[in-house]
């Protein structure tokens, strides 16, 4: 049933680009776009590993959750101020196509500040200290390289530093061995 429910939330984002005028019409009216990316990515990396693994749900993991979601969420923001005048031009709607540039820098700052508080909020929850820092470090280079990822476009940066921040903190954390 998890997995029954991760494919069809990933199908659901995909939806919009068939050539169905049905699935072509949710375009328009989805600007919601990038927090349904993130929510996917987010379910698939996050929650459904704890449903896989047999967990009872506990709060730490609704924090956990969270966390990762706004952080994938202040990255996808990225992704998509790279892409918004293709969005635009393609009547792709979303937050960033819709927003100015102090709309999506609030934007921006919210999804971090949340993700930086639900993260800290682990602590009472014996995770160690090393630990949420290691969380955390995505979140800090996210937030370090928001103005010049604003400005540069490479595929480099996008596919290959910002994609990996999602999973740093794990890279991270099988490295140290923690």
């Not at 047999?54 to 990255?75: N, V």
């Not at 009547?91 to 993260?119: D, K, P, Q, W």
């Amino acid at each position: 049933m998890a997995l029954a429910f991760g494919a069809f939330i990933t199908f659901l984002y995909s939806a919009p680009k068939l050539p169905l005028p049905f699935f072509k019409d949710l375009k328009k009216i989805a600007i919601g776009k990038t927090i349904f990316l993130a929510f996917v990515w987010m379910y698939v990396t996050t929650i459904l590993p704890i449903f896989l693994a047999g967990k009872t749900w506990q709060t730490e993991y609704s924090l956990f959750a969270a966390s990762r979601f706004f952080l994938i969420y202040a990255i996808c923001i990225l992704f998509d101020y790279r892409d918004r005048e293709d969005d635009k031009h393609d009547g792709i709607r979303s937050m960033i196509t819709y927003f100015n540039e102090n709309g999506i820098n609030i934007l921006f700052s919210a999804s971090l500040i949340i993700f930086f508080a639900v993260t800290i909020a682990l602590y009472p929850y014996n995770y160690p200290a090393y630990t949420i820092l290691i969380l955390l470090i995505p979140g800090i280079i996210t937030a370090g390289l928001y103005g010049y990822a604003k400005k540069n476009y490479s595929d480099y940066l996008y596919y290959f530093v910002l994609d990996g921040l999602m999973m740093f903190s794990g890279l991270l954390m099988l490295i140290l061995k923690i």
